[in-house]
């Protein structure tokens, strides 16, 4: 990846989501390189969790989607458009499990270096955001777990109440919904 690309990634994504820590910073680059597919391994499971989430959720008005990592394979595509009845949610849904079908698993030790690399090129706009060490920690047990996956922060979580599932780049749901 190049540095440039990088950092301009990590800085629209702190403009965006101010509250964003480091996790997820690592999060969105994860999503960007694997996709969704970790967590399709019971797809009637998430087919009903979908819908379970789309029950419980209210509309914060976010219709655009918002890359992953620097947006070279996936975007995040909000539940929102779903409530907001601009997508139907059996096409929302047919849209995120074609985004399945990309997803390769990690090679947890060459993630482990590109994600270095996405950190030392973020470096210069990360430097104040709180709570590093204490992420840092956290991802390095996601890598030595060799799963990777982490979950949004506690802080990004509480402030922005994410309802999104992961799209691919160039699929049936990212045209539409561009």
Known sequence: MKKQRILQAVEQMLHRFPEASIIDIYKSFYQDEFGPGHLLGDVHGARDYFFKELAGMR???RHTLEPCG???????????????GIIPPEEFLSGFFEGASLFTLPDITEWGVQWKEILAAAEPVIKGIT??????????EALQSRSGAVRHSRRYAEAYEPHYR???????????LR
């Open 131 to 140: 709570g590093i060490e204490d992420d840092l920690k956290v991802i390095s």
């Open 59 to 61: 509309s914060s008005g």
């Open 166 to 176: 992961i799209i691919p780049v160039g699929g049936t749901l990212h045209q539409k």
């Open 70 to 84: 620097t947006g070279s394979r996936f975007f995040r595509a909000p539940l929102d458009v779903i409530v907001d």
